[in-house]
C-alpha cells in the first residue's frame, strides 16, 4: 500500500474512474467523482507536500497503475473515508479490509481517535462488513430532489460572496461551492456539481429562491441533504469506529 501523488496523470485518472465506481448508481452525477474533470482536481490535491495534505488517497499499485484506492480526508480529529473501491478483477482478495486496516494505521500515525464512513444504507453487504471492522452506525442522512418551481428569479438568491472563484473551480473541475449572503444577512453555501445544485436544509428555510439558483448557475435541478425523510431517493448511513 502506498501514498498517490498527482504526478502520474495516468494514475490520477485511473484512481478517479475507480472512486468514480464506487459511486451509487442513484447518486450517479451528484458528486464530483463521477465527473469528467475530477481526475484534475484529484492531480491538484495530490500534487501538495506530502505532510500539509488533508487528502491521503493509498493505493495498491499493480503494473503502475492503481487497482484499489481508498481516499482518506483529515477532519478535526477524525479520518473520514470519503470513497473506497477496488477493481473488479482484484476483489474477493480482501484489499477492501487491507485498506481499512491501512487507514486505522493512519490515524493512529496522524494522533486522530476516530474513523468514519457514509455508505448507503441499502448497502446492507457493505454496512455488515463495516460492522465487522468495528464500525458502528451513528446517523442517518437523506437526499430529497428539490422542485425549483418557485417564481424567483437570479436577483433573489442574495448576495454572492466568491462568484469569481466558484466560476473558475467549477470551469477547471466540473464542480465548485458558491457562498451567498441571504436577505437576512446569513451566510449558506451551495455545491454545483455538472447540472445539478446541492443544498442544505439551513437554506430551504430561507427566502433563497431555488429557481434563481438554478437560473444563475445554469443548473437543471436540485437536492437537498437533511435528515430523515419519508422520500429520500437514497438514503447514507454515517459509521464511526475508535482507533
Wanted: charged share 20%; hydrophobic share 50%.
Amino acid at each position: 500500500m502506498c501514498d498517490l501523488d498527482g504526478a502520474d496523470p495516468r494514475a490520477t485518472t485511473r484512481a478517479a474512474r475507480l472512486l468514480a465506481a464506487s459511486v451509487p448508481d442513484e447518486a450517479a452525477g451528484l458528486v464530483p467523482y463521477t465527473l469528467a474533470g475530477y481526475h484534475r482536481y484529484l492531480a491538484v490535491l495530490l500534487g501538495q507536500p506530502p505532510a500539509m495534505r488533508s487528502v491521503l488517497v493509498r493505493a495498491l499499485i499493480r503494473d503502475g497503475m492503481p487497482v484499489a484506492v481508498a481516499d482518506w480526508r483529515v477532519l478535526a480529529d477524525t479520518l473520514f473515508l470519503n470513497g473506497i473501491s477496488v477493481a473488479h478483477q482484484w476483489r474477493g482478495r480482501g484489499w477492501g479490509s487491507r485498506l481499512l486496516e491501512d487507514g486505522t494505521a493512519i490515524a493512529r500515525s496522524l494522533g486522530l481517535p476516530h474513523l468514519a464512513l457514509d455508505v448507503a444504507a441499502a448497502n446492507v453487504a457493505a454496512v455488515a462488513l463495516y460492522v465487522r471492522r468495528g464500525f458502528t452506525v451513528t446517523a442517518e442522512s437523506s437526499w430529497c430532489h428539490v422542485p425549483a418551481r418557485d417564481a424567483g428569479t437570479a436577483d433573489a438568491v442574495g448576495r454572492l460572496l466568491d462568484w469569481p472563484v466558484f466560476c473558475a473551480l467549477r470551469s477547471a473541475y466540473g464542480f465548485a461551492d458558491l457562498s451567498l449572503r441571504d436577505p437576512h444577512g446569513a451566510v449558506r453555501v451551495v455545491r454545483a456539481v455538472g447540472e445539478v445544485l446541492r443544498l442544505d436544509p439551513q437554506l430551504r428555510k430561507s427566502p433563497v429562491s431555488v429557481a434563481g439558483l438554478c437560473e444563475l448557475t445554469g443548473c437543471r435541478r436540485a437536492y437537498v441533504v437533511g435528515g430523515a425523510s419519508a422520500s429520500p431517493f437514497i438514503s447514507f448511513v454515517r459509521m464511526t469506529a475508535t482507533v
